[in-house]
């Protein structure tokens, strides 16, 4: 499909072992995400791709892509914090893995008036699906809102936000296509209502626990408070983050008593979705 010898490898990229991927489902959600907060720099000799993730509500998150960055391309990332800025920079310098992506369909530089879904996703439910969650899992965001009857902060609502009036048009006849119903306007789209949500949950999910938290809080209480913090909704949940195998993230479920479970008293499920690099794994502790 693709003419990948044309793509040049440095001797950087050869000494390091690096590799082009074949067109895959790892690879559209890889798009979506650097579609919601990935920039690629290609001048002169500087040739880096780079996503920027929230320091404290993504740090689950950023293992996964990481991982999945690995899975795609052969090479771990660079994960640099910035305090200030509140960030996480996950970036890769290769000119081979550089031009790839702008072969597929990536822009060059600032991505304002610039994004387009590229054929090969557009042209694929499957790919469609795991390109949107990549895309909201980056750029978007799940909330409850008091609606109509919903005195609580219960009503669900999806929400895309990016300042490109051509590609939100696209995006919402996308959504459409993909059976879903939404608004928008100039900025963003949105897919309101608990069908609406069931309906992605089902079909496609969210990677991003900062997202997946605040659902699991409405599924259990009916309703989500806002302004929490990821920490925070951990809290409710009663998870933990464990940092031991960043190549499986992990939560335990704790209950009433602090994490001293056997694993002979523990079971392990893990949440749906498609086939991709190290999902959340989550061990619930028997009463």
């Given at each position: 499909?693709?003419?990948?010898?044309?793509?040049?490898?440095?001797?950087?990229?050869i000494?390091r072992?690096?590799?082009?991927?074949?067109?895959?489902?790892?690879?559209?959600?890889?798009?979506?995400i650097?579609?919601?907060?990935?920039?690629?720099?290609?001048?002169?000799?500087?040739?880096r791709?780079?996503?920027?993730?929230?320091?404290?509500?993504?740090?689950?998150y950023?293992?996964?892509?990481?991982?999945?960055?690995t899975?795609?391309?052969?090479?771990?990332?660079?994960?640099?914090?910035?305090?200030?800025?509140?960030?996480?920079?996950?970036?890769?310098?290769?000119?081979?893995?550089?031009?790839f992506?702008?072969?597929l369909?990536?822009?060059?530089?600032?991505?304002?008036n610039?994004?387009?879904?590229?054929?090969?996703?557009?042209?694929?439910?499957k790919?469609l699906?795991?390109?949107?969650?990549?895309?909201?899992?980056?750029?978007?965001?799940?909330?409850?809102?008091?609606?109509?009857?919903?005195k609580?902060?219960?009503?669900?609502?999806i929400?895309i936000?990016?300042?490109?009036?051509?590609?939100i048009?696209?995006?919402?006849?996308?959504?459409?296509?993909?059976?879903?119903?939404?608004?928008?306007?100039?900025i963003?789209?949105?897919?309101?209502?608990?069908?609406n949500l069931?309906k992605?949950?089902k079909?496609?999910?969210?990677?991003?626990?900062?997202?997946?938290?605040?659902?699991?809080?409405?599924e259990?209480?009916?309703y989500?408070?806002?302004n929490?913090?990821l920490?925070?909704?951990?809290?409710?949940?009663k998870?933990?983050?464990?940092?031991?195998?960043?190549?499986?993230?992990?939560?335990r479920?704790?209950?009433?008593?602090?994490?001293?479970?056997?694993a002979?008293?523990?079971?392990?499920?893990?949440?749906?979705?498609f086939?991709?690099?190290?999902?959340l794994?989550?061990?619930?502790?028997?009463k």
């Amino acid at each position: 499909m693709f003419k990948l010898k044309s793509i040049e490898f440095s001797s950087y990229d050869i000494k390091r072992g690096i590799k082009l991927p074949e067109i895959s489902e790892n690879l559209s959600e890889f798009f979506g995400i650097m579609f919601g907060d990935g920039t690629i720099l290609d001048k002169g000799r500087i040739h880096r791709f780079g996503i920027s993730l929230n320091l404290t509500e993504d740090f689950i998150y950023k293992n996964y892509v990481t991982n999945l960055i690995t899975e795609l391309f052969g090479v771990e990332p660079r994960v640099r914090k910035r305090r200030k800025e509140g960030k996480f920079d996950i970036e890769i310098n290769s000119k081979a893995i550089s031009r790839f992506l702008l072969y597929l369909g990536f822009p060059k530089g600032k991505k304002i008036n610039k994004l387009t879904t590229p054929p090969w996703i557009f042209n694929s439910k499957k790919y469609l699906r795991v390109f949107l969650r990549g895309l909201v899992d980056t750029d978007g965001s799940l909330f409850f809102a008091k609606r109509g009857t919903y005195k609580l902060n219960s009503y669900p609502v999806i929400e895309i936000k990016i300042c490109d009036k051509k590609f939100i048009g696209q995006l919402s006849s996308t959504i459409k296509y993909l059976g879903f119903e939404c608004n928008k306007n100039d900025i963003k789209v949105q897919l309101n209502g608990k069908q609406n949500l069931e309906k992605w949950q089902k079909e496609i999910g969210f990677k991003n626990f900062n997202h997946q938290s605040r659902y699991l809080i409405w599924e259990k209480f009916k309703y989500c408070i806002p302004n929490t913090s990821l920490k925070q909704r951990m809290k409710i949940l009663k998870l933990r983050w464990q940092k031991g195998n960043a190549c499986n993230p992990a939560m335990r479920i704790t209950g009433m008593s602090r994490i001293a479970c056997r694993a002979r008293d523990c079971e392990t499920t893990r949440n749906s979705g498609f086939k991709s690099p190290p999902q959340l794994s989550f061990v619930r502790c028997k009463k």
